[in-house]
């Protein structure tokens, strides 16, 4: 196997970056401090400061054309909201009536940023939520949802994981794909082990994680993503 130069390394790094950076189902990640982590030691700084809806568009589309599922989702549970019919008005005055605190991003497409979202918020037992990231397309309608919960007892990421994963269980059946110790065993004693059920369809993904790593304890992620094209979607060019 050939060997690949350091500057060439480095190219592929910082393109596998770049659509992580852009694609609005990971914004939320890059700025969590591994994600920041993450790219401090790649030696990239992430470009969503500056990029333009439309290549956001474009990388999510090309993101989501490789994730997607053969078939349409039974239904597109999103912790009650609506994806591709919440707006982003009706979006923040959710948060404001539960009290969560609330900042309004623009990184090509919109985001809120909440924390502070009790567990009953969301329809959920557990501990309260450390971040929640909502992304809206170019219709001003939500297109994803990232959850977040960081820093957590061997019983409140059990508790988290049980509740999340049986939700999408009743709505959908068994997951397209499942990674790791379902009965979290190996991530609760960790330190560096991760648990994941994932469902794609060709309107609708959905990923439950469960994870121990060294910089953020136990964890557990929950991601809702509409995965319907929107118009006029196409790869960047330049």
Known sequence: MRKLSARTWR????????????GTAAVGAMHTHGGRLLLARLGVSCPINTVSAAKVLAVREYAVSRARGSAPAPSRPALGLQLDVSTEAQVSAWAARTHSQCDAIVRGYHFLRCRGVPAAAVGEAGPPVSEMWFSFGPGNTLVALNLYRRGMTEAQVRQTWR??????????????????????????????????????????????????MPYGGLAVREQYMSAVSAPGHGLPSG
């Open 11 to 22: 190219g592929a790094a910082a393109a596998t970056v770049a659509v992580l950076c852009l």
């Open 163 to 212: 509740s999340a994963t049986e939700r999408l269980q009743l709505s959908l059946g068994p997951p397209t794909q499942a990674t790791g110790d379902a009965t979290l065993t190996r991530v609760v004693t960790g330190p560096v082990a991760v648990a994941r059920v994932h469902y794609a369809y060709t309107d609708y993904i959905a990923e439950i994680t469960a994870s121990h």
